[in-house]
C-alpha cells in the first residue's frame, strides 16, 4: 500500500491499495465488503480534520481470484463547513476499536451512523473487475486505486471576501459601461446623429461703449 504525488506538487493524488487474503484449497470468494478508513484533513479556506471512510463492496455468482477497484474518494457535504476555526465535530473513528459491544462492529451500524453525519467521504465510480480462476494454492487479491480528486467547498464567506467579491464585480461593470458609453458618444458626434444648433456667446456691454455724454 502507497500513495502517489502524480504531477509533482507536495500533494498525493491517489492510493494503490493491495491486500492478499491467505485461503484453504477448499475456500472460495464470492463477494469482498472492505471498510478503508482516512484521515481526511482541509487547511485552505476551511480548516477541517475528521476520520472518514471508502466503503468497497462486489459480490459476484462465480468464485474469484482478484478484484480491482478504481475510483474517486470524493467529499459529501449536507452543510456548509465551518469558515474560522478548527473543525473537529468528526475527528473520531468511524470504528469505535475500545467498545466491548458486538453491535458496534457491525457493518450495518458502522454505515448507518456514518451516514448520519453531515460532512463525509464516499468512494465512487468504482469501476469493479472480477477476476476468475484461481488456483488453490493462491491467495485471494483486492487492488484498489482510490484517487483524491479536485473538490469544491462549500463554505459561508467573511467579510472581507464579500468585499473583494463586490469590489472586482463593481470595477469590473464600470470599466465596461465606461467603454460602452464612450464608444456611444463618440458614434453619435461623428455622425452628427443628434441635432445640435450653434449658439454664438453674448458679449457682455463695455462699460465705456454704454457710457453716455450729457450737456
Known sequence: ???????????????????????QPTEHVVGVQLILLFSYQLYRMSTLVMQSMAFLQFFSPVPGSQL??????KLNQRQLLHSCGLDTRYNVSVVNGTSPFASDY??????????????????SDP????????????????????????????YPLRFWEVIKFAWIQYVSILLI????????????FQNQVLTTTPISPVLPVSPVLSYKHHQ
Not at 1 to 23: A, S, W
Not at 106 to 123: G, W
Not at 177 to 188: C, E, S, T
Request: hydrophobic residues 45%; without cysteine; glycine residues 4%.
Open 68 to 73: 480491482y477497484m478504481n475510483g474517486d474518494l
Open 127 to 154: 469501476s469493479p473487475v472480477w477476476m476468475t480462476g484461481r488456483a488453490p494454492d493462491t491467495p485471494f487479491i483486492i487492488n484498489a486505486t482510490i484517487r483524491y480528486p479536485v473538490e469544491v467547498i462549500l
Open 177 to 188: 459601461f465606461l467603454w460602452v458609453f464612450g464608444r456611444i458618444k463618440m458614434f453619435l
Open 1 to 23: 500500500t502507497r500513495e502517489e504525488d502524480k504531477n509533482q506538487d507536495g500533494k498525493m493524488d491517489q492510493l494503490h491499495f493491495k491486500l492478499e487474503l491467505p485461503l
Open 106 to 123: 457491525d457493518l450495518t451500524n458502522i454505515i448507518a451512523a456514518y451516514r448520519d453525519r453531515n460532512v463525509t467521504t464516499v468512494f
